[in-house]
């Protein structure tokens, strides 16, 4: 079992920067791939980005290439997610996940994950 729990969520001005974070706790030695995903009201949980938890590899969904930066600390079991220049539709409860079966491959489908943290809501105002 691997336990997630997120922090770092606000309301913030478009323009503004705000950091996630998520802690991993458990059989933490499991995991491959960390992920950051949201879904905002009415919509489908949808990628952000993710991190290969050993080599560090990183993926960006489109939307928020060149915003967003997805960094980790394996000492800490730690997982970051940093937000510059946020819009009004990055307005969403952001979750992070765990994948410890699919590989690096599988990381932008939510199906590939295993465990997921209870999510944190970011609000950007316009």
């Known amino acids: 079992q691997v336990q997630l729990v997120e922090s770092g969520g606000g309301l913030v001005q478009a323009g503004n920067s705000l950091r996630l974070s998520c802690v991993a706790s458990g059989r933490t030695f499991s995991i491959l ?12 949980r949808e990628f952000v980005t993710a991190i290969n938890w050993s080599g560090g590899s990183t993926s960006y969904a489109d939307s928020v290439k060149g915003r967003f930066t997805i960094s980790r600390d394996n000492a800490k079991n730690t997982v970051y997610l940093q937000m ?41 105002s316009s």
Do not use: H
């Open 84 to 124: 510059n220049s946020l819009k009004p539709e990055d307005t969403a409860v952001y979750y992070c996940a765990a994948d410890i079966r699919s590989g690096y491959s599988g990381r932008r489908y939510p199906i590939s994950y295993d465990y997921w943290g209870q999510g944190t809501q970011v609000t950007v």
């Open 33 to 44: 791939v960390m992920g950051w995903f949201r879904q905002a009201p009415g919509q489908e």
